[in-house]
């Protein structure tokens, strides 16, 4: 065989970084509450994204949101959880969110609206708190975007992971489960947030 | 053959770089070693009719290709196009790490972006040259940066 060093090294790099990830988080892998589980899950009952888009026009008001507030949209079947993506509030009808093609970028709330399943978040902490969080996602506006970003580092990131690095450098933690990644469900479940304001069903 | 090995080798330092991101820094680990077997890996081609390293170059990133193709024209059979950005993401995972130090840029979309659709033809070029008769290691060994000899 020529050059099998080429066709072994990475193979082996695999199987020694997931062992490793496994050993040290074995009970959060294969809890059924896991992302890792819930994600296994939808993707054997054909479910491998983010879900259905719709354009729902949903009617919810954004009125009263301050900045540090966190938007959550569902689509129907979401692979990953009940919620499909999730932004920060930053003021001025401005959110900070990730995308696929934009990285971590600044738009309008208003196109939340195509959500049929949407959900404002307060988060229960000082003002101070939500600027600095604010400010820290701004500081990560254009950063590469991936998917399966895992919860450590800081080069990539998803829609959820930004907001709870967000709030988890200035000490408040949304994320009880200690997963290895962090789906907008998190949010949702987080005794550190109140409902705002729902709209729509599923 | 040489092709299915490319494949290989690309679809393992995918897993190896996603994997190791979860220590940060430690993925650059595999794309260095990414790109020094890419090199070695074309170097098995070097000698053979450039036909046969024109294709390997070319088919090797054949997923990225078409992925790239539907984000530049919107074609979208079988509502690929709505998936296309998420496949090139991770189908350029292994050159991803470099991506990230890109410039921010004042364009449409962040440099990153670009840079994944250019990694597909870049990639496929990395092989053509480094399957050259013209070997780039060493032409490097032997020039006045790499000489042992410049170096005493």
């Known amino acids: 065989m020529k050059q099998p060093f080429n066709l072994c090294i990475f193979p082996f790099l695999t199987l020694l970084a997931f062992m490793f990830i496994l050993i040290t988080n074995y009970a959060v892998v294969t809890s059924p509450q896991g992302a890792a589980s819930i994600y296994l899950k939808s993707a054997l009952s054909g479910n491998i994204g983010y879900g259905n888009p719709q354009k729902a026009h949903n009617s919810i008001s954004f009125a009263g949101l301050e900045p540090g507030d966190i938007i959550l949209g569902a689509y129907p079947d979401c692979a990953y959880g009940y919620y499909s993506h999730a932004a920060l509030y930053i003021g001025a009808g401005e959110i900070i969110e990730g995308y696929a093609d934009l990285g971590i970028t600044v738009r309008s709330i208003e196109h939340f609206r195509e959500y049929p399943k949407i959900c404002l978040l307060r988060v229960e902490a000082d003002q101070a708190v939500k600027l600095a969080a604010v400010d820290y996602a701004r500081l990560q506006v254009n950063e590469l975007f991936y998917p399966v970003a895992f919860k450590s580092g800081e080069r990539a990131w998803n829609c959820s992971k930004i907001m709870w690095k967000a709030y988890q450098r200035q000490g408040l933690d949304f994320d009880n489960t200690r997963d290895l990644w962090v789906p907008p469900d998190v949010f949702y479940n987080s005794p550190h947030v109140t409902v705002i304001r729902e709209w729509g069903q599923l | ?152």
């Open chain 2, 1 to 152: 053959m040489t092709t299915l090995r490319l494949l290989w080798i690309h679809l393992f330092a995918w897993i190896s770089v996603w994997l190791l991101s979860y220590w940060p820094g430690w993925e650059y680990l595999a794309a260095v070693l990414y790109l020094v077997v890419l090199s070695r890996e074309a170097g098995t081609l070097r000698g053979v009719a450039w036909g046969k390293r024109l294709s390997a170059a070319l088919l090797w990133q054949f997923p990225g290709w078409i992925m790239m193709l539907a984000l530049l024209t919107g074609w979208n059979p079988c509502g690929i196009c709505d998936y296309a950005i998420f496949g090139l993401i991770f189908w350029t995972t292994p050159v991803l790490p470099w991506l990230v130090l890109l410039p921010v840029g004042n364009l449409a979309c962040p440099w990153h972006y670009y840079g994944m659709m250019a990694a597909v033809p870049l990639l496929g070029l990395w092989i053509w040259i480094f399957s050259g008769k013209i070997n780039p290691p060493a032409v490097f060994k032997h020039s006045r940066f790499g000489s042992a000899k410049d170096c005493a």
